[in-house]
């Protein structure tokens, strides 16, 4: 059976991807902090899937745990063929000069530093295998920023750039790197944001109807099961009514 990693399984995307794949016959290492979380999705996927599941605790912000926690995968875990680098957050929305330093550090360690920390372990496993698909979640806002945007739209640019470079570096291993870049979808992505405030989350989806987790997980289970010779390098996905990360057509009522 091939294998799946999969960061921020907990929740959103990630679950939603987890599902996908074990719908495919793949075997899964999921990750995230929310033990409770990772257990009752592990549960489902036992329970309707005859897949294995691996599931593993850290905070991708650890670069120790990081690298304590993927070492210590039993070694046929290791042999790893689609990673989805998805754990991510935005964390706060305002100006520049309104900004919280503590929610710019959150973003930059998470989507950025965190991406990369998975990246260093994982990726020498796909060189030394000569094959593999690295999956890494961006969004519009690493193509262009908005108005309250900046440091999430900075860092989801960054995942942009780091897309491009690592589809370099990996060029002569033959491993595939493909960049995701969804708009408005709804998961708990505006509830972290709003840091738990419900009705400012929901805010964000009224009047159109957003993307919703499995219209991602479809998505990246297409990218990873094209040809071995093709790669889908960069898919940004919107709803029909978003246009731009800012630019929608509403109907509120
Ligand atoms: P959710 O909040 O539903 O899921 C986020 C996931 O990331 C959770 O499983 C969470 O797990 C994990 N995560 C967050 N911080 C950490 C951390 N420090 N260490 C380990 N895991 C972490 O949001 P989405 O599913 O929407 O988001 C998934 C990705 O998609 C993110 O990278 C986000 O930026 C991106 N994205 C989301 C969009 C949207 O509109 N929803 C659009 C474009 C991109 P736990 O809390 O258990 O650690
Ligand atoms: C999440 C989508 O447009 O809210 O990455 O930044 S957006």
Redesign the pocket.
Known sequence: MPIALI?????????AIALKFAEHGYDLII????KE??NELEEIIRNTYETRVYSVL????DSEAVATELNALPHDWKLIDVLVN?????QGFSTIQEGNIEDWD?MI???VK?LLYVSRIVLPWLIQQGKGHVIN?????GKEAYSKGNV?CAT?HAVDAISKSMRIDMLPHGIRVTAI????????????RFKGDAERAAQTYKGFK??V?ED?AEVVYFAASRPPHVVLNDITITPIAQASPAYFYKEIS
């Open positions: 960061t921020g399984a907990s929740s959103g995307f990630g679950r990750t995230g902090r929310r979380r990772l850290f905070d991708v912000r998805n754990a991510g957050l935005a959150v360690d998470t989507n965190g979640m961006s969004s519009i806002a999430y989801k870049n969804p708009g408005a979808a709804e998961t708990e992505f505006s509830l972290v957003p993307l987790a991602i």
